[in-house]
């Protein structure tokens, strides 16, 4: 979702459902939460009425069912982040373009993107040599962390400002 596209199409165009979750770690969230997309009907009702206790109205049951349903303040969250998707997208997009470069020399393979494919910059995705060279910068990742968490917080609070 949000600039994921194949030959110009978006991923939800393809399968008979395409998910979407909405967890305060991705892209575009809601804190908690998900999605689903179906160009089907008769699949669209089925996933809907499930998602509402199995409801189809105030004295009618579709059938067995949870509550699935978002809730205010969650959606709340989802309508404070999305004026600021564009900046996001675009500000990750700067992060892998930085990334890109400071790893161009390393033995690190990095994720190939298809030819006709859009991708939005939501993973960096990369590949070690070994298992010892993971562990290797895992040791030192872990012992930077503290600095790390540092900055992603001022950079948050100098978003928001």
């Known amino acids: 979702m949000f600039r994921s596209k194949i030959k110009d199409q978006s991923i939800f165009n393809f399968g008979d459902v395409s ?5 305060a770690t ?10 689903m997309f179906t160009k089907n009907e008769d699949l669209h009702n089925k996933l809907f009425y499930h998602h509402n206790f199995g409801h ?6 579709q059938g067995i069912g949870i509550n699935a349903k978002m809730s ?12 600021y998707l564009s900046e996001i997208l675009n500000s990750r997009k ?9 790893l161009e020399n390393s033995d690190v393979r990095l994720l190939k993107i298809r030819a006709n494919t859009t991708w939005n910059y ?6 070690f040599q070994s298992e010892a060279v993971l562990l290797r910068v895992l040791e030192a990742l872990n ?12 950079r948050f609070l100098l978003f928001l400002m």
């Open 56 to 61: 189809k109205g105030p004295l009618s049951f």
């Open 122 to 127: 939501s993973y960096y995705p990369v590949l």
């Open 94 to 102: 700067n992060i892998v373009a930085t990334y890109n470069t400071l």
């Open 72 to 83: 205010e303040v969650n959606a709340a969250v989802g309508l404070a982040v999305l004026p």
């Open 26 to 35: 991705k892209l575009f969230h809601t804190a908690e939460g998900g999605a």
């Open 143 to 154: 012992k930077t962390q503290f600095i790390h968490a540092a900055i992603s917080i001022l």
């Open 19 to 23: 998910t979407c979750s909405f967890h």
